[in-house]
């Protein structure tokens, strides 16, 4: 006996609102005797970490023994879909209490799934369990339950985090001796990016300001200025006690002082497989002469994927490097206050294909973060001046899969009336003129004897009005996340088909990362 699975128009890669159509192929080479056939769409969410022990009596300081080490594990349930394809309303073998008798040949059981929007894991309450006329209570379930999307496929970290989903078909047979048949195939999911805002032209944005060190032109001496030898002096005592008046030796240049800004569109969101919408501009604050030179540029996708089980918890972070230059050397305008870095260095390099959309289920979640790292030196005519400076701008953003919803998903989730719970729009970044009157007004009290060489600040996120920034200090209180869509019965109910057009590529096997238990 054997059973397989055999799927019908079979895809790469699976979407919500997929539908997913097979037939389960049950051979025999003899009369067997089966009670049911049963097949089921499945999808787990598995965490697995090694740690210590809960310390309950506060001894951490006293050496653990090495049994206090666990590993500890956690599956969730994220979608969970039953039918049973055999016995049929009106079989045709013969039924001997409840137990079906099949002839030897191949049988077919065909299926038929839909993938929801959102998972199946809730949050069990406790059962009560009557031992001998004594109810007790089970332990309730302390582990985390979310109702979210479904998300994609993931197998990272060395098996710590395992995201996966499959088809199951299993032949019941009646005696408690003989083994079930069982079967099993496994496929990705890639699922559908929640609805867009509507398009405006703000801008989320990272800025950082600069200052260069000052830098001491030496003067030509004039002829008036070198005395002539005497008899008293010789010629190299009189240029070096000529060289050393005040009104002659140096001649300083104007302090540059610039301010660098990296900008996505507001809410900050990048499409899997597409170009990042980056702007990276660079702003002078004063009238220096002084010539910017692009030294370096380094744009790095970090992913920062949270992995829980029970009472253990370890971020992993990874990095995907998009583009790295060094050694460029790209004069910038000296004409213009406002210099944008062409956008060719990047346009042309989309996120690869290892890249998962931002998601959150009860025990893995996975957020992004953009690292632009922009070198920059300064010089003067053809003479450029050894002081580089490397200035690192840090912008959260959220990864969307690029496979847009329905136009009927949409229609339907207006008619339901329910708020979208969506990234905030901020306020557009201050204007370059603002900035520099600012800066320069700052200059103007400070003395000379107490400026710093090279002003750094913090980075500063767009931020809404009303909502206070704390120094070095990001906004947990607005994640960029969405409310989950309709549920599966809602979008059966308003008849909803599946998504139309080409799916994304997507390789859900990734290597290791740092992590921080």
Known sequence: MSIRLQLQDARSLYTNLDFIRGKAILSLTRTEDITAVNVKLEGESKSRLEGETPDPYGFGAIRRRREDFVIETEVHKILYKAVTVFPATNPQTAKRDGVYTFQPGQHEFPFDFKFPFNNTCIDYQPAVVNIGGLQMQAPANRDRHVRKTLPPTLHAFQDQAIIRYYIKATVVRPAFYKENYRTEHVFPFFPIEPPRPVPNRLESYARRQHQFAPVVQPSTPTKSSI???????????????????????????????????????????????????????????????????????????????????????????????????????????????????????????????????????????????????????????????????????????????????????????????????????????????????????????????????????????????????????????????????????????????????????????????????
């Not at 190299?236 to 005040?246: D, E, I, K, L, M």
């Not at 944008?340 to 989309?350: A, F, L, Q, R, V």
């Not at 010089?379 to 450029?384: E, R, S, V």
């Open 227 to 517: 005395k002539p030898p005497s008899i008293f002096r010789k010629g190299s005592q009189a240029a070096v006690g000529s060289n050393s008046s005040p009104s002659s030796t140096t001649a300083p240049l104007q302090v540059c002082s610039i301010c660098i800004d990296a900008r996505l569109p507001d809410p900050a969101i990048i499409t899997c497989n597409e170009p990042l919408p980056l702007r990276i501009i660079i702003t002078k604050l004063n009238d220096s002469p002084a010539t910017i030179y692009l030294q370096m540029l380094q744009i790095e996708l970090v992913a920062n994927t949270v992995v829980r089980a029970h009472h253990l918890s370890r971020e992993n972070l990874t990095s995907t490097v998009l583009i790295s230059k060094s050694n460029m050397r790209i004069r910038l305008s000296e004409i213009d206050k406002v210099m944008e870095i062409d956008k060719g260095w990047w346009k042309d390099t989309p996120l690869p294909n290892t890249v998962a959309p931002s998601f959150d289920t009860c025990n893995i979640s996975r957020t992004y973060f953009v690292i632009v790292k922009v070198g920059l030196t300064h010089g003067l005519g053809d003479q450029t001046f050894p002081e580089l400076t490397v200035h690192a701008l840090k912008m959260p953003v959220s990864v969307y899969s690029g496979i847009r919803p329905p136009q009927a998903l949409l229609e339907a989730m207006a008619d339901s009336r329910r708020p979208l719970v969506g990234p905030q729009a901020h306020i557009p970044p201050q204007s370059p003129s603002k900035l520099s009157s600012a800066y320069q007004k700052q200059s103007s009290q400070s003395s000379p004897a107490t400026a710093q060489p090279e002003v750094e600040h913090p980075v500063i996120l767009n931020h809404h009005p009303s909502t206070p920034i704390a120094t070095g200090q990001t906004h947990p209180e607005e994640p960029f996340e969405d409310e989950a869509p309709p549920t599966y019965q809602e979008a059966i109910a308003e008849g909803i088909g599946p998504v139309e057009g080409a799916r994304r590529a997507y390789q859900h096997r990734e290597g290791g990362g740092a992590g921080n238990g």
